[in-house]
């Protein structure tokens, strides 16, 4: 990862006074190789290092701070001004009914979007929702998106055998108008490459249907040709905003940057899984922790905030700032993890947790989770605060009081190891607090 990457780049860095070009430069070349591994379209990666190399230098280092952490910090928050410092929904506010228009290429996911779109404004807007498909030359697109509306309960516009797209968009608008629709959206045919037919008929449907959005779909994992995809719907459509699909996957998140370069439009949203409920707010700051490799602490952060009690959070979040993990700590995750939802869910969104994960998931799993907090509830109050004092046979003791083997103690002392580990690592990049600040 990057900050794995700046390390060494940060340690010859440490204890001057200001950032010279020549050490800006060391540090940018590892910035520029992240941000290609992450996905970012060359041309833009180019640019932004260049952008970011002016604003560092000459910049003095902060006491309070190391030179790598300011380096991280400066690219941090470049990226994440890049990317969209605010949050983007949207913009809906017309007369009835507002028009929302999704294209992209085939696969990348904009019937799913569509459906997942509609949700979200019936259940948090209390929109009237209208939804049709344009897709003629895939077979049974239509009744996908019909299937999708019967899932989420939105209405789709009835199928018409034979009807051409513009057609089926001029029939969807006065179906809309007549029967006091808030919102009409606009399922369109997907192209497997651009294809200038498609594109034509693409925009035809834009001039009939007048939307006020026209969200550009992209497959997060598109990679080095996210640039020209954007390219070509950008020149054919007034775009409004990109969607990016299956972040939930391995993507770094570095096609949200080149998107974001080339369209100039903000990103509404990111799609997170195949359920309908899978989408969420675009997170700059998130995606730019995620891109340069440092886990996604914050939303990590956050949905532990909104679980546990305040009090706990702001213990938590001082022992995690000295780097303290015992036995205790552990406990009180172990609980967490269950109240959010068991171990899925956190997967990968730490530094570290991926280890930590896979002994457990090995173990079995979320039954392991109860198993475990047994385990520490057999612990003596010293071995809860100093695991290392657990030796062979206290290990027979523990293991005998909770109903579990030695083998089950050792997994269990070995994944509070490795998450003590990623602790430590938080407070090497300035705790959580500078961690936090860090991704603003
Ligand atoms: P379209 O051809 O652009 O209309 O794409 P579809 O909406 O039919 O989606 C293609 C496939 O991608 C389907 O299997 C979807 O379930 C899946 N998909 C769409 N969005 C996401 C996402 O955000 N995450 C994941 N994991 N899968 C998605
Ligand atoms: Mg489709």
């Known amino acids: 990862s990057l900050s794995d990457r700046l390390g060494g780049v940060f340690d010859r860095l440490r204890g001057r006074g200001a950032l010279t070009e020549a050490d800006v430069r060391t540090a940018m070349r590892e910035v520029r190789v992240a941000l290609l591994e992450a996905d970012v379209a060359l041309p833009v990666a180019r640019s932004f290092v260049d952008k970011v190399t002016e604003q560092a230098v000459g910049q003095n280092v902060l006491r309070s701070v190391t030179p790598g952490q300011q380096v991280v910090k400066i690219v941090n928050d470049a990226l994440v001004e890049m990317l969209g410092a605010d949050e983007s929904e949207l913009e809906l506010a017309v007369t009835p009914p507002a028009v929302v228009m999704v294209v992209g290429l085939q696969g990348s996911g904009k019937t799913t979007t569509t459906a997942k779109i509609a949700k979200r404004l019936v259940s948090r807007e209390r929109k009237k929702v209208l939804m049709a498909s344009l897709d003629v030359n895939r077979p049974n697109a239509q009744e996908q998106l019909a299937t999708l509306g019967t899932q989420i309960e939105v209405a789709t516009l009835p199928i018409v055998a034979g009807q051409q797209p513009v057609d089926i968009a001029r029939r969807a608008l ?9 919102v009409l959206m606009l399922d369109t045919a997907g192209r497997l490459h651009v294809d200038q037919a498609l594109m034509d008929e693409m925009k035809a449907v ?45 993507a770094r998140g570095g096609a949200a940057l080149s998107m974001r370069a080339v369209t100039g439009k903000p990103i509404k949203f990111a799609g997170v899984g195949e359920k309908l409920d899978a989408l969420e707010a675009f997170h700059p700051s998130r995606v730019a922790g995620r891109i340069l490799g440092m886990g996604d602490v914050v939303s990590l952060v956050e949905r532990a905030a909104e679980s546990i009690q305040a009090e706990d959070a702001e213990r938590m979040t001082a022992r995690l700032a000295k780097g303290q993990f015992d036995m205790n700590d552990l ?73 579990t083997t030695v083998q089950e103690i050792n997994k269990l002392l070995k994944m509070h190891q490795e998450m003590s580990t990623a602790m430590k690592k938080i407070k090497k990049m300035g705790g959580l607090k500078g961690m936090m600040a860090m991704l603003g």
Do not use: C, W
């Not at 080095?224 to 905003?241: I, K």
């Open 331 to 403: 406990r009180g995750q172990l609980a967490q993890m269950r109240r959010m939802g068991g171990l899925g869910a956190l997967a990968g969104m730490m530094p570290g947790m991926k280890k930590a994960q896979g002994a457990l998931a090995t173990a079995g799993g979320d039954k392991m989770l109860i198993h475990m907090d047994a385990m520490i509830g057999s612990m003596t109050v010293k071995e809860r605060a100093k695991p290392e004092l657990i030796n062979a046979k206290r290990k027979i003791r523990i293991a005998k009081g909770s109903g």
């Open 174 to 182: 006065q179906a809309a108008k007549l029967q006091g629709y808030d």
């Open 206 to 250: 834009a001039e009939i249907a007048t939307p006020q959005e026209i969200l550009l779909v992209v497959d997060a994992l598109t990679g080095q040709d996210a640039v020209n995809v954007a390219q070509n719907f950008s020149d054919q459509v007034p775009l409004t905003g990109v969607v990016l699909t299956r972040m939930d996957g391995d």
